[in-house]
């Protein structure tokens, strides 16, 4: 009874302990473990679409998912939520603070070697660091994030190539600009245009206008021009007008510095009007203002001032700084009014031109300024941020002790009691059980004089089965060799009657006239070569059974003429023609074993033929550590399903066989003995062909 207290008293002290975390569980939303339970294709499929999502709700209900997850250790939730907060705070302009998520999402990704998610999280992090400017750790980043992703995706691969293009185009570092793209190219042209989606059109589309412009910067005008109008032609194809356009304004510049004037015009005409239909202001002021630089490099100083103006005050007005446009204009004016030799209005403009053009130099000076201290503050930021991570993972790791230790002391003060109430309860079954022990004992010790005498009592009859087992094999194998013997002698006493019936036969046959009886005679005589023929093959069984196991010299052709002989009868009944072609050799084989396998092969060739002139071929050749004889026919063959069976002993192809089954068989008995390999092809009603595969080394 006591013992059961105070393990209640264990149960509720435990209860209590974890209480806290308990709590802190079911403080969450009740939808969060509907959300713990998804697939990870679920999981990222909705994070996903929270992503372009930068609404504060969106924010408060990220962070409480990754508390849940960190709680829970839900590593891919921790991922995904890191992931979008940082481009939550990445949209805010909250740099330090996305970097520190993106960080971390990247840890965890890599972790977990999710390499479409850690090449994306790479590229964003890319573009922290450009709107930084720091563009070597941009590129580092897109590099890192294109090595990661072209063994997954190659065209998410090209797509990071292209924004390493166009990172180096915005730094006026041309040539790897185009190496960049060249890069991303590529892999574009490993893919069919046509089985592209609109989203990795757009992407080509766009590459290809990079290259085109940075060749432009190169003065490498043909390839500029190239390049751009595949863009074009591509803009095309996606039914982009505004795409369209912009390809043929930059056309339009190429063709200007080219010194093309009327094509320039041409294009550059065409994407003002775009730019005024779309409202690109900026774009529509630069068109203008380039237009008015081509009227004035052909002498068309009216229509220059007129695209100058237009360019400043019917576009410049709504754009919100127009000191680049002002700037461009001043510097145009200059030139227009020293052309017309108004040479104080050109040095006004001059003068403006100079003016603006340092306070433009200032502004961009203060802007550096204010990105050296961005960067600054950025990396001041993620230290800030890096040490307070840090300060929590301690303060959680504290508390986390402090629980360990709690459980710990508590587990240990539990166990004491259970230890003793174990110990008691076990003194209690001791004594019990040594009695059981006692009573057990007796009882074994009196099995054990039963099984003493029952073993005696098996080894006895063990020791007469032996002995009768060896007297009855002893018997049979005697048996065995009398029914050997009779048979041998069996089969040799009576041929000699049928041999002598076959004799009387042959005489009667000179001595009869009448149809009828000489048909009977056929009929004897055809009965007497069968039983003549089975009782030989009995005496061939018993051949092979005894025939001596020592190898001799045999020479081929001559063993081969004598079987030939043995099936004179045969080849004569059935009007075959057989034809030999072996050469005198000699081997290493038992002579009378070889012979009942060529014998039977060549008996049965003659003997199953059809009503057409029956050839029999026995050919014979020499190969490496082998001797080949092929004995072909063109009889009515076996039929496939038949062919596995033949060697069977006592098989018949079919109903009407002549033969006893044994012929195939003996054969092959007398084959595996001396290690040759029997190869069988048949085709029905066109013939069979053995090959024998006699061993000679």
């Known amino acids: 009874m006591r013992v059961r207290q105070v393990f209640i008293t264990f149960i509720v ?23 713990k339970e998804k697939t990870d294709e679920e999981l990222i499929s909705y994070f996903d679409s929270l992503y372009n999502n930068y609404s504060d709700e969106t924010e408060v209900l990220q962070k409480s998912l990754l508390s849940f997850a960190e709680k829970e250790d839900l590593f891919l939730i921790k991922l995904l939520c890191n992931r979008n907060l940082g481009q939550l705070y990445n949209n805010r302009n909250n740099l330090s603070l996305a970097m520190a998520h993106f960080n971390h999402a990247a840890g965890l990704a890599t972790s977990r070697q999710d390499f479409r998610l850690l090449g994306d999280i790479l590229v964003s992090m890319g573009g922290v660091y450009d709107a930084l400017g720091k563009k070597d750790d941009a590129l580092k980043h897109l590099l890192h994030a294109y090595e990661v992703l072209i063994k997954i995706d190659s065209l998410e691969a090209a797509q990071v190539q292209y924004t390493m293009a166009n990172l180096n185009y915005s730094t006026g570092n041309l040539e790897d600009a185009i190496r960049y793209s060249y890069t991303a190219k590529r892999i574009y042209d490993r893919i069919d245009t046509s089985r592209l989606s609109n989203k990795y059109k757009y992407n080509l589309m766009h590459l290809l206008n990079t290259i085109g412009i940075s060749y432009r910067g190169l003065r490498a005008y043909d390839s500029a021009i190239y390049y751009l109008d595949a863009s074009r032609s591509l803009a095309l194809q996606l039914d982009n007008e505004f795409w369209v356009n912009l390809t043929i304004g930059n056309m339009g510049s190429v063709y200007m510095l080219k010194g093309e004037y009327e094509k320039a015009l041409t294009y550059l005409k065409q994407d003002l009007r775009a730019s005024k239909k779309f409202k690109e202001w900026i774009s529509a002021a630069n068109s203008a203002m380039t237009i008015g630089e081509i009227y004035s490099n052909i002498g068309n100083e009216e229509l220059a001032k007129v695209y100058f103006d237009s360019s400043l005050y019917e576009f410049g007005s709504k754009v919100n700084n127009t000191d680049i446009i002002r700037a461009h204009y001043y510097r145009n004016l200059s030139a227009w009014h020293a052309n017309k030799e108004e040479f104080e209005s050109a040095l006004t403009y001059q003068q403006k031109y100079a003016a603006l053009k340092d306070t433009l130099l200032n502004k961009k000076q203060q802007v550096e300024l204010a990105q050296v201290k961005a960067n600054y503050d950025f990396d001041s930021k993620l230290k800030e941020i890096d040490l307070l991570t840090k300060n929590n993972e301690l303060q959680e790791q504290r508390i986390e002790y402090r629980n360990i230790i709690i459980i710990a002391s508590a587990a240990a003060l539990g166990i004491i009691i259970i230890v003793a109430a174990l110990l008691y309860i076990n003194l209690n079954a001791r004594k019990r059980d040594n009695r059981l022990l006692a009573e057990q004992k007796q009882r074994i010790e009196s099995q054990s004089e039963q099984l003493t005498e029952q073993n005696r009592v098996i080894q006895v009859i063990n020791d007469n089965l032996e002995l009768e087992v060896e007297k009855r094999t002893k018997s049979l194998k005697s048996i065995n ?217």
């Not at 002290?13 to 959300?35: R, T, W």
């Not at 081929?556 to 059935?574: A, F, G, P, R, W």
């Not at 098989?651 to 595996?672: I, V």
Request: contains cysteine; glycine residues 4%; aromatic residues 8%.
């Open 481 to 697: 060799e009398e029914l050997d013997i009779f048979l041998y002698h069996a089969s040799h006493d009576i041929r000699q009657p049928i041999a002598t019936i076959l004799g009387l036969e042959n005489l009667a046959r000179k001595h009869v006239s009448s149809p009828d009886l000489t048909d009977i005679l056929e009929r004897l005589k055809a009965t007497a070569n069968r039983m003549d023929n089975m009782l030989r093959k009995l005496q061939i069984s018993h051949t092979v059974n005894h025939a001596p196991s020592k190898l001799e010299d045999v020479e081929l052709q001559e063993l081969t003429h004598k079987v030939i002989e043995l099936n004179k009868d045969t080849e004569k009944l059935n009007k075959a023609t057989l034809y030999v072609d072996i050469e005198k050799t000699v081997i290493n084989s038992n002579s009378e074993l070889l012979a009942v396998v060529i014998h039977n092969i060549v008996e049965n060739a003659l003997t199953y033929g059809n009503k057409k002139a029956l050839h029999v071929n026995i050919n014979g050749r020499r190969q490496e550590k082998e001797y080949c004889i092929t004995i072909s026919d063109n009889g009515e063959g076996i039929p496939k399903e038949f062919q596995p069976s033949v060697f069977n002993a006592f098989f018949k192809a079919s109903a009407q066989s002549k033969g006893n089954g044994l012929g195939l068989y003996l054969a092959w008995k007398a084959s595996s003995i001396l290690g040759i390999k029997i190869d069988l092809k048949s085709e029905l009603n066109k013939g069979s062909e053995f090959t024998l595969h006699i061993p000679t080394a």
């Open 13 to 35: 002290f435990v209860f209590f302990s974890h209480g806290h975390a308990l709590a802190q569980l079911d403080s969450f939303p009740s939808h969060f473990k509907e959300i």
